[in-house]
Nanobody, 124 residues
Framework: QVHLVESGGGLVQAGGSLRLSCAAS????????MGWFRQAPGKEREFVSA????????YYADSVKGRFTISRDNAKNTLYLQMNTLKPEDTAVYYC?????????????????WGQGTQVTVSS
């Protein structure tokens, strides 16, 4: 079992940066692939980024590639998402999620642990 709590969201101007964190409790974190998803108002939740259990493999949606960086610190049981060059279209609630497997995946249905989300608002 993994309990996830996101933090670091807020209001930022276009072009700015934010760093999201996801604190995990439970022994399973270091054995779990993790991901970030987001949901904008009126839209479906979508994949943002994922990382395998040891950080050796990372994946990104095309819309954030080159701007966002996912990372993890298993010693601290924490997942991160560094977001640079933010755009108004990045505005959404961002969720961290965990799988019961070590390998990362972009499919939302394969994630069984979810945080409550943190709001990111990018003004133009």
């Amino acid at each position: 079992q993994v309990h996830l709590v996101e933090s670091g969201g807020g209001l930022v101007q276009a072009g700015g940066s934010l760093r999201l964190s996801c604190a995990a409790s439970g022994r399973a974190f270091s054995d779990s692939a993790m991901g970030w998803f987001r949901q904008a108002p009126g839209k479906e939740r979508e994949f943002v980024s994922a990382i395998n259990w040891n950080g050796g493999s990372t994946y990104y949606a095309d819309s954030v590639k080159g701007r966002f960086t996912i990372s993890r610190d298993n010693a601290k049981n924490t997942l991160y998402l560094q977001m640079n060059t933010l755009k108004p279209e990045d505005t959404a609630v961002y969720y961290c999620a965990g799988r019961a497997w070590r390998t990362a995946d972009s499919h939302m249905g394969s994630y069984i642990y979810w945080g409550q989300g943190t709001q990111v608002t990018v003004s133009s």
